[in-house]
T-cell receptor, first 114, second 111 residues
Framework: GAVVSQHPSRVICKSGTSVKIECRSLDFQATTMFWYRQFPKQSLMLMATSNEGSKATYEQGVEKDKFLINHASLTLSTLTVASAHPEDSSFYIC??????????FGPGTRLTVT | DAKTTQPPSMDCAEGRAANLPCNHS???????VYWYRQIHSQGPQYIIH???NNETNEMASLIITEDRKSSTLILPHATLRDTAVYYCIVRVPPAGTALIFGKGTTLSVSS
């Protein structure tokens, strides 16, 4: 299947700093990528849909000014957590849609804000 | 997408078959049943999907009842590495929209 990577795999930052997470499709072009967040012992929650060359579509309750998504190329989408706080600590997962419309997931990024 | 109901947890002995049920009584005629799993601290992994016929691949088998209101994912010989959260998702075949995950079933395989 298609391969999706995320970088970094884990990051620890201090409260108030911004953190950027990269999601790359390694062997295919992805016009659409999705970002999910997962708190401990909970299911994945969709945060936003990222379309190459256009603004992301955010789910209800997700602050677009705090979770900045950029999809500048067909193989890269980035999620920037602006002014991160401890409550933003979570597991962030991206997925990419292949031309046949199936989704492949990245390995996830563990964010810890101290 | 139709709503699904899964037991929160199940246990299975290593080497035995793991049968994970899913109820989807409101499924519509053009919706497929998809199964994904998530091993701890990893991204979800696709397992199998089907419409109404039983399906089998190298990972698992999917049995869908004749009325399509429920299905069972079968891992024929569970191993410790199959310990994960298993998600049953009902949706129109790849529609381009994001997958929406429910709570899933936590399968614990023990030796």
């Amino acid at each position: 299947g298609a391969v999706v990577s995320q970088h970094p795999s884990r990051v620890i930052c201090k409260s108030g700093t911004s953190v950027k997470i990269e999601c790359r499709s390694l062997d295919f072009q992805a016009t659409t990528m999705f970002w999910y967040r997962q708190f401990p012992k909970q299911s994945l929650m969709l945060m936003a849909t990222s379309n190459e060359g256009s603004k992301a579509t955010y789910e209800q309750g997700v602050e677009k000014d705090k979770f900045l998504i950029n999809h500048a190329s067909l193989t890269l989408s980035t999620l920037t957590v602006a002014s991160a706080h401890p409550e933003d600590s979570s597991f962030y997962i991206c997925s990419a849609r292949v031309p046949t419309n199936e989704q492949y997931f990245g390995p996830g990024t563990r964010l810890t804000v101290t | 997408d139709a709503k699904t109901t899964q037991p929160p947890s199940m246990d299975c002995a290593e080497g035995r078959a793991a049968n994970l049920p899913c109820n989807h009584s409101t499924i519509s005629g053009n919706e497929y049943v998809y199964w994904y799993r998530q091993i701890h601290s990893q991204g979800p992994q696709y397992i199998i999907h089907g419409l109404k016929n039983n399906e089998t691949n190298e990972m698992a088998s999917l049995i869908i009842t004749e009325d399509r209101k429920s299905s069972t994912l079968i891992l024929p010989h569970a191993t410790l590495r199959d310990t994960a959260v298993y998600y049953c998702i009902v949706r129109v075949p790849p529609a381009g929209t994001a997958l929406i995950f429910g709570k899933g079933t936590t399968l614990s395989v023990s030796s």
